[in-house]
């Protein structure tokens, strides 16, 4: 298993709300990604970091924000939450971000806007 | 642009059975290829991957993956299934060449295994 924690597992939360999830990692990975997963489907890269002070957007359009001020941790902000939200956020890193670098993954963040 | 194709949604095999989940890909160069397993409310876990060399990968859990330069396949194998292997498989692509910022990911197969 690989040391990369995610918080809440579950969130369930009004709209309009402003949510933070947590992604940590403690491998000393410079390279972090956050991916937008709905059930039982593909993965969608949103957001990616390759290091402090480096945020950049992914392939799929997402209204959240992100932050890069530790190495090790990689938090994800939705201002204002609305039900389209609504979906599973997966947390990941890898060491270099070099191609064939493995990626290995939080066990998620599931979030349900009301 | 880089693209994964797992063209069957489900694989149902008996238990014993020897598995196969089938995977091309596209890239323009050579690729990095990858396999991802996912249980019910948790992340992915990583299986195996294919960087150069020899073309058949050996993985966790007794899986392994063919990598065919030809057909542009990577389809992911397992000699006797098990219930326990029950999951969602994904397959993952990168670029050689250009060292794209992430993994490009399949839309996932779901192996059922009966006993």
New interface residues.
């Given amino acids: 298993?690989?040391d990369?924690y995610?918080t809440p597992?579950y969130l369930v939360i009004g709209t309009g709300k402003k949510i933070t999830l947590e992604c940590s990692q403690t491998m000393g990975h410079d390279k972090m990604?956050w991916y937008q997963q709905d059930p039982?489907?593909?993965?969608h890269?949103i957001h990616?970091s390759?290091g402090v002070n480096s945020t950049?957007k992914?392939d799929l359009s997402s209204e959240s924000t992100v932050s890069r001020i530790r190495t090790e941790h990689f938090p994800l902000t939705l201002e204002s939450a609305r039900p389209s939200h609504t979906s599973q956020y997966?947390c990941?890193s890898s060491l270099h971000?070099?191609?064939?670098d493995?990626?290995?993954?939080?066990?998620?963040t599931?979030l349900t806007v009301l | 642009a880089q693209s994964v194709a797992q063209p069957e949604d489900q694989v149902n095999v008996a238990e014993g059975n020897p598995l196969t989940v089938k995977c091309t890909y596209s890239v323009s160069g050579n690729p990095?290829l990858?396999w991802?397993v996912q249980y019910p409310?948790?992340?992915?876990?990583?299986l195996l991957?294919y960087?150069t060399g020899d073309n058949l990968v050996k993985g966790s859990y007794g899986f392994e993956a063919e990598f065919n330069k030809s057909q542009t396949s990577f389809h992911l194998k397992k000699p006797s299934a098990l219930v326990s292997d029950s999951a969602?498989y994904?397959c993952a692509v990168?670029?050689?060449d250009?060292?794209?910022?992430?993994?490009t990911?399949?839309?996932?197969t779901?192996l059922q295994v009966q006993p």
């Fill in positions: 298993e690989a990369i995610q597992r990604y039982g489907m593909e993965l890269l990616y390759y950049e992914g997966l990941a971000g070099q191609g064939a493995t990626q290995y993954f939080g066990p998620g599931r | 990095y990858f991802y409310n948790r992340g992915l876990q990583f991957k960087i969602l994904f990168n670029n050689m250009t060292g794209r910022r992430a993994l990911f399949g839309s996932g779901r």
